[in-house]
């Protein structure tokens, strides 16, 4: 836990949020309603005999009072997929619509990428991509087992994206769900911060400005970009966000979210970002007892 005592200054109740880093995570999954519909879903739950727990701000998202959600009746039918709370999150907003062209440039293993099929009716197109070869497998598996007939799967380096494989010039809408130093994981992923370096959030840091960056210009204007991490640390979240300001034609809108949250920053380590970010959403373990992850929303403009 030591190296999130470099946040200490930024949360509050930071006590309370180790607490929460060292509690294990409840079992979520989220209602695939390409599938089943909630109402149905809760039924065959009810049927099973396994108990269940609705978010309050999402009625699709349930915690599951069992230690395998994935051998439920539900998970074997598609009706539901083993998704972290604070995870279904950036596809909410996100916010698409059915018929639309939508791009999840870091897509695998797919719960996003499908979770977004499902909020489009499985209506229009969405491209889950992953530079990670042995990572697509389980994209694919995930696509076909949750019906998600709207999803075509690439693998390729988001930084340098090609459009010239598809019909079309640009998305409407883009999730940069990126890779990062994953230190919100550590509820279900103990050993998160065992290689944890400030090297390492450095490096990906890099990766995480070209991806960005890519998502941008690849998405029309008028339309969104919305930037995740499931980490803590500026360097990848804020500070990623201020270089697509600085070099790129958007800016941050904001959101509302049904999730108890923080703003984003708006200073860290004596760097300043726009006064924009507090649009962000920082979602802190110890709020909702879930994960840890950070949002933002943008709007691509005209050059």
Not at 19 to 24: H, K
Not at 181 to 203: F, M, Q, V, Y
Not at 219 to 233: E, H, P, Q
């Amino acid at each position: 836990m030591e190296p999130l005592e470099r946040y200490r200054p930024i949360i509050d109740d930071f006590d309370a949020f180790l607490a929460a880093c060292e509690r294990p995570l409840g079992n979520a999954v989220r209602v695939n309603t390409i599938k089943a519909s909630v109402e149905r879903t809760l039924e065959a739950l009810a049927a099973e005999g396994v108990s269940y727990e609705q978010a309050d701000w999402n009625p699709r998202v349930l915690t599951l009072e069992t230690d395998s959600p994935g051998s439920t009746w539900t998970s074997f039918h598609g009706f539901t997929h083993g998704q972290e709370e604070v995870s279904a999150v950036p596809p909410v907003v996100l916010d698409p619509e059915p018929g639309e062209r939508v791009w999840d440039c870091c897509a695998a293993p797919g719960g996003k990428a499908t979770q977004i099929a499902a909020l489009m009716d499985d209506r229009g197109t969405v491209v889950a991509n992953d530079n990670n070869l042995g990572r697509i497998s389980a994209l694919r598996f995930n696509a076909e087992r949750l019906g998600a007939t709207s999803l075509a799967v690439t693998n390729a380096d988001a930084r340098n994206y090609s459009l010239e494989r598809f019909d079309f010039e640009e998305f409407d809408r883009t999730l940069v769900d990126a890779p990062c130093s994953c230190e919100g994981t550590i509820r279900k992923n103990p050993d998160a911060l065992d290689n944890w370096s400030e090297g390492h959030i450095s490096s990906v840091a890099g990766i995480q400005k070209g991806i960005i960056r890519r998502a941008i210009q690849a998405t029309r204007a008028g339309g969104t970009v919305v930037y995740s991490t499931c980490t803590f640390a500026p360097e990848e979240n804020e500070a990623i966000v201020q270089h697509a300001l600085d070099t790129e034609s958007c800016r941050v809108v904001d959101f509302d979210l049904g999730l108890e949250h923080s703003p984003g920053l708006t200073e860290w380590d004596g760097e300043t970002f726009d006064s924009s970010l507090v649009n962000a959403a920082r979602i802190y373990p110890h709020q909702n007892d879930t994960g840890g992850f950070f949002v933002a929303k943008l709007e691509v403009t005209a050059e």
